[in-house]
T-cell receptor, first 114, second 114 residues
């Protein structure tokens, strides 16, 4: 059974609208991450969390907020969506610290902002 | 900062031929190195990781040696199959990060023709 799930899988939004992407993990991992994937850039870190109630900025946080209400759930929020935020978004969870441990990824959400 | 550079794709090969995807990294610390693979419609998944310099990792016929001297971690496979068609990411794990931070290369798409 999938340990990291994302919803929705596909989303079309209008410029200026609010978008919420949701992620749920059943791995019981403390760390969770949001990335976006764009051709030529690989995966870039937007926000991350060490546990319930915590969120931290990654490398490209502008225009995004995050929320971690519980161990299992981590949301990415676009308050005012723009066409430049059209991308594929991945959520991941990980247990380890110090860069040793594997991260487990969800299947992704394809977001199109018109 | 930490960075990873890898072969620019797509790489197109015939079934049964050999594969090399070059990967070079830059860092001031002593990282763990990973190869992740992403199949169409899925999130990235771990292929294998190597935490120590001069050691080799392998999985499913793929292998790579962590070369600290040349700061390289090239992915190789002796005989590719159509099912190997995917995007391959070279990834650097930041050991200094309590977050378990990963730095992704841009990815290399492999297309294997039967």
């Amino acid at each position: 059974e999938a340990a990291v799930t994302q919803s929705p899988r596909n989303k079309v939004a209008v410029t200026g609208g609010k978008v919420t992407l949701s992620c749920n993990q059943t791995n019981n991992h403390n760390n969770m991450y949001w990335y976006r994937q764009d051709t030529g850039h690989g995966l870039r870190l937007i926000h991350y969390s060490y546990g319930a109630g915590s969120t931290e900025k990654g490398d490209i946080p502008d225009g995004y907020k995050a929320s971690r209400p519980s161990q299992e759930n981590f949301s990415l929020i676009l308050e005012l969506a723009t066409p430049s935020q059209t991308s594929v978004y991945f959520c991941a969870s990980g247990a380890g610290t110090g860069g040793y441990a594997e991260q487990f990824f969800g299947p992704g959400t394809r977001l199109t902002v018109l | 900062g930490d960075s990873v550079t890898q072969t620019k794709g797509p790489v197109t090969l015939s079934e049964g031929t050999s594969l090399t995807v070059n990967c070079s990294y830059e860092t001031k610390q002593y990282p763990t190195l990973f190869w992740y693979v992403q199949y169409p419609g899925e999130g990235p998944q771990l292929l294998f990781k190597v935490p120590k310099a001069n050691e080799k990792g392998s999985n499913r016929g793929f292998e790579a040696t962590y070369d600290k001297g040349t700061t390289s971690f090239h992915l190789q496979k002796a005989s590719v199959q159509e099912s190997d068609s995917a995007v391959y990411y070279c990834v650097l794990g930041d050991r200094g990060s309590a977050l378990g931070r990963l730095h992704f290369g841009a990815g290399t798409q492999l297309i294997v023709i039967p």
